[in-house]
């Protein structure tokens, strides 16, 4: 069986793009591939084009076509202290970035989460605590910037989701309402705002996914 996914994507400043997803499960592992509009707005080409084989948490191995870089990514699950320490290992080929991805869960509602990119000292610290199973904190602390993030999500109705976040370094405010549906697809609208900008306007995005079965 075959899985295809649309996405549209709209941005106040920018011209609307899309993206189509096929996949196809081949034993334990998918393989997919990704056009975006840049494929096709010009006659059929290589452009946008990205080859991938996922083995759900195992490891993902991404192959950009019109720019030959590949990038790999690796997880695994270990236990400290009897509770399960997720690690995730990025590398892209043509950035040269490696990236490690952590997160020890204590239990079903505290999570702690650090993100450390290799040569460059950036790291991110975040705890994350959901409330009743329905409201999620998020503080985060970036230390390269020595500057704390802060974000809380609340679900209504089961598939909608509103969440705010705040940059404390770029003094950015962000709102997003997202819904997860299996009848109705999936869509997310974003607004941002730059509080030190003289001009405060914000900036809207709204994305929608359809997902089939051929």
């Known amino acids: 069986m075959m899985k295809a996914t649309l996405k549209g994507k709209y941005e106040t400043d920018k011209v609307g793009t899309g993206v ?9 592992v998918k393989l997919k591939a990704s056009m975006t509009d840049a494929t096709f707005v ?4 290589l452009n946008g084009l990205t080859l991938s084989v996922d083995k759900p948490g195992s490891f993902i191995v991404d192959y950009n076509v019109p720019k030959k870089d590949f990038r790999f990514q ?11 320490l997720r690690l995730t290992y990025i590398h892209g080929e043509g950035d040269n970035r490696t990236i490690l991805d ?11 989460s650090a993100n450390y990119m290799f040569g460059s000292g ?5 705890y994350t605590y959901l409330h009743g199973g329905v409201r999620t904190f998020e503080p985060s ?3 390269s910037k020595n500057a704390w993030d802060f974000a809380v999500s609340q679900k209504v109705y089961g598939d909608d989701l509103f969440r705010a976040s705040y940059q404390t370094s770029s003094k950015i405010l962000g709102l997003d309402w997202s819904r997860d549906s299996k009848v109705n ?9 730059n509080l030190a900008d003289e001009v405060k306007r914000p900036k ?7 997902n089939f079965e051929m």
């Open 20 to 28: 189509a997803t096929f996949a196809i499960n081949a034993g334990d």
């Open 102 to 112: 952590g997160a020890l869960v204590f239990d079903s509602a505290n999570k702690v």
């Open 122 to 126: 950036n790291c991110k610290l975040k």
């Open 204 to 210: 809207l995005i709204a994305e929608s996914t359809w």
């Open 185 to 193: 697809g999936a869509f997310k609208i974003s607004a941002t705002l």
């Open 141 to 143: 602390y970036d230390v």
């Open 42 to 45: 010009n006659g059929p080409s």
């Open 74 to 84: 690796f997880m695994n699950t270990v236990k400290v202290a009897d509770k399960p």
